[in-house]
């Protein structure tokens, strides 16, 4: 079965090509990002196929049009069924879902919990039905894999009111935590179920997720995807009191308040560009106002990891997910800050909060561009072969694959 995957993220147009039977096999990755006014890369793998180019394309929904002419110039249109990463489902969308009509309003209809995301999603749904109406389409969900999460970790303390209407903590990238954790817990070869893993996933949109025993505990995102870390344009946690103030010092409205959280803030608002690369050659080159975006967004993602573990009891792997990671030295030297073993290289932020020592800590050094690193106590260090692009879409793949064969 071939099934055509899309992730259309906040930053990114992503989509594949799987042939799915027993095993599921990407034969083709296309992707469009890096959007500046007037123009986009993008990039193309088929088989020994490797193609990089500049367009015109403004925009994911401008590059979205395109994509089935890609896919026909590679002689891939014939397709089976499809799979959306969709990002926030709500209390409702607890595993994957064909979509119809009825699906795609409840979808949209959550649009204000993910302003960045859901309208983006559903414009390749919307795309894919109009031009395949015959072909089943499923999507997963950001959102539920965190849906069990205890009540401590998921309700906001605020009042009784508030949370009957619905306010209270979802947690996103799910199927890319869920995906990083299964393959970290194959890859050390131990059961899913014993590990208590924190999972950091680094890109434009970025959140820690703490698994424990198999299961997601607690996620650093929150109602939206705009709480937690620092991120591309996203301010991640900032003091609620904010709000009170910028009204009174600022006259500013809460539409404009948020919009400057969701689009204006984060590496964006510290330094200028919402891109790691951009940031990481400025700081190359002594900018303080890039060394310092960098340090806040490392010192961020360590401060959850720390708080995960305690929160778990312990650790047993940490999983990076992350470009930045792997290709940003000022990233790595901010990570590895503060700790007696930074000479050595080692990536030491989880010792102080775990009990025990390290048998053998992976060099954030040696992490190669799109790969997942695995820092493994009491076991040898391993890297997982993940690509980094892979993980909401194998996920979409798959599930679009069952569904397409039960419907
Ligand atoms: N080579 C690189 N070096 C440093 N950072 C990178 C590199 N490639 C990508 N990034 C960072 O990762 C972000 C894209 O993350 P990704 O997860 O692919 O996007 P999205 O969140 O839109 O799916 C970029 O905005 C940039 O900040
Ligand atoms: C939920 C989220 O932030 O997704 P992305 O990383 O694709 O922006
Ligand atoms: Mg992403």
Redesign the pocket.
Same mark, same amino acid.
Request: no cysteine; hydrophobic share 20%; proline share 3%.
């Given at each position: 079965m071939q099934v055509l995957v899309f992730?259309a993220?906040?930053?990114?147009l992503?989509f594949g090509i799987f042939s799915v039977t027993t095993e599921t096999h990407e034969v083709f990755k296309g992707s469009y990002?890096?959007f500046r006014a007037g123009g986009c890369e993008c990039r193309f793998r088929h088989g020994e196929t490797d193609e990089r180019g500049a367009v015109e394309f403004d925009s994911p929904s401008e590059a979205l049009k395109v994509v089935p002419a890609a896919l026909k110039r590679f002689g891939l249109d014939a397709i089976d069924a499809v799979g959306h990463r969709i990002v926030h489902g709500g209390a409702r969308f607890t595993s994957p879902t064909l979509l119809d009509d009825e699906t795609v309003e409840a979808i949209e209809a959550l649009t204000p919990l993910a302003p960045l995301h859901n309208p983006a999603n559903l414009e390749a749904v919307r795309l894919c039905r109009g031009l395949w109406p015959d072909i089943s389409q499923v999507a997963v969900f950001d959102t539920a894999f965190h849906l069990d999460n205890p009540a401590f970790a998921n309700t906001y303390a605020v009042p009784a009111r508030w949370r009957d209407a619905g306010l209270r903590r979802y947690g996103f990238h799910g199927t890319s935590h869920k995906y990083v954790a299964e393959r970290a817990a194959q890859e050390i070869g131990r059961p899913f179920s014993d590990l208590q893993l924190v999972s950091i996933? #680094?890109?434009?949109?970025?959140s820690i997720c703490a698994v424990n025993r198999g299961h997601s505990m607690d996620s650093s995102m929150g109602m939206t995807p705009l709480e937690g870390l620092v991120m591309?344009t996203r301010s991640g946690d900032v003091d609620p009191g904010a709000f009170g103030f910028l009204s009174r010092e600022l006259q500013l409205s809460v539409q404009e308040i948020e919009d400057a959280l969701y689009y204006e803030s984060g #590496?964006k608002g510290l330094a200028g560009s919402?891109?790691?690369?951009d940031?990481?050659d400025r700081a190359a080159k002594g900018d303080p106002e890039a060394q310092l975006a960098i340090e806040i967004y490392a010192y961020r993602a360590k401060k959850y990891v720390g708080a995960y573990a305690a929160a778990m009891g312990g650790l047993s792997i940490a999983s990076i997910r992350?470009?930045?990671a792997?290709?940003?030295p000022s990233?790595r030297r901010s990570w590895t800050a503060g700790s007696a073993s930074h000479a050595n290289g080692t990536n030491p932020f989880l010792i102080p909060v775990c009990r025990g020592s390290f048998h053998r800590t992976q060099r954030i050094d040696e992490l190669q561009?799109g790969k997942v690193l695995l820092v493994v106590r009491n076991h040898n260090t391993v890297v997982c072969t993940c690509d980094?692009?892979d993980d909401?879409v194998e996920s979409a793949a798959r599930a679009a694959s069952g569904l397409a064969v039960r419907h």
């Open positions: 992730n993220g906040s930053s990114s992503k990002e890096r996933h #680094l890109g434009n949109g970025a591309g #590496l919402s891109d790691m690369r940031i990481e992350s470009s930045s792997s290709e940003s990233f561009p980094r692009s909401h």
